[in-house]
């Protein structure tokens, strides 16, 4: 299993420009949703490009009503920083505050007043989530920065975990697994080879009981 991440160099011009652009709070709010890109700083001159899964807001829990973003979990660590790809110029709009390897999710705290919620991204429109598990021969589909917008065949899923025949690669992970416009689940690796897959990721409802366990319960799309 290749995990789905792409690590690039940022130059140090960039990075500093990034990080000390002081006219950010009065620039236009980012649009970010499922299927839009996102840079994670990792230290030094090296960046993760992953793709984020959904936007929203926990309707109860100790984070109760917080702006927040799920990507995969092998895309940063708590305490790094995240920029917009497309919109890097407008700084920091979040930082990781948990990750987990077991289930690969994680959490990105958002920056609300810098940050504008879409629930349409490259082709690709999010009005619900499902957690109820999908079979073959459903459909799937998913918008990553990689890739776009692509689908395939469902070959089985569980309570956990799906293989699809989507076309995946590097930095496509945290992509949005839709059926319809309905949210299934999340991309976080392939298998074999790139496009070729099958594609593997995490279910919708093992994304929510992970969310809720750390107090960011009854999750909705903002």
Known sequence: ??????????????????????????APRVPLGGGSGILVLKGGNTAAACTVTAVGRPASGSHKGELIAVTAG??????????????????????????????????IRLDAAKVAPVRTVGGVTIRS????????????????????KTCGVTWFSDNQSHFSQMCVIEGDSGSPVVVGNRLVGMVNAYYFLSCAGPETGTSSKTILNRLARQGYGNFRLA
């Not at 790094?80 to 994680?106: H, K, L, M, N």
Request: some cysteine.
């Open 129 to 148: 989530i499902d957690t109820r598990p999908i079979a073959f021969p459903t459909v799937v589909c998913k918008t990553g920065r990689t890739t776009g």
């Open 74 to 107: 092998h895309c940063g660590r708590p305490g790094q920083r995240v920029f917009s790809e497309r919109y890097q110029q407008r700084g920091q709009i979040g930082t990781i505050v948990y990750s987990a390897s077991d289930v690969d999710v994680a959490i």
């Open 1 to 26: 299993m290749k995990k789905l991440m792409v690590v690039l160099a940022v130059v140090a011009a960039l990075v500093s420009s990034l990080i000390g652009i002081g006219s950010a709070d009065a």
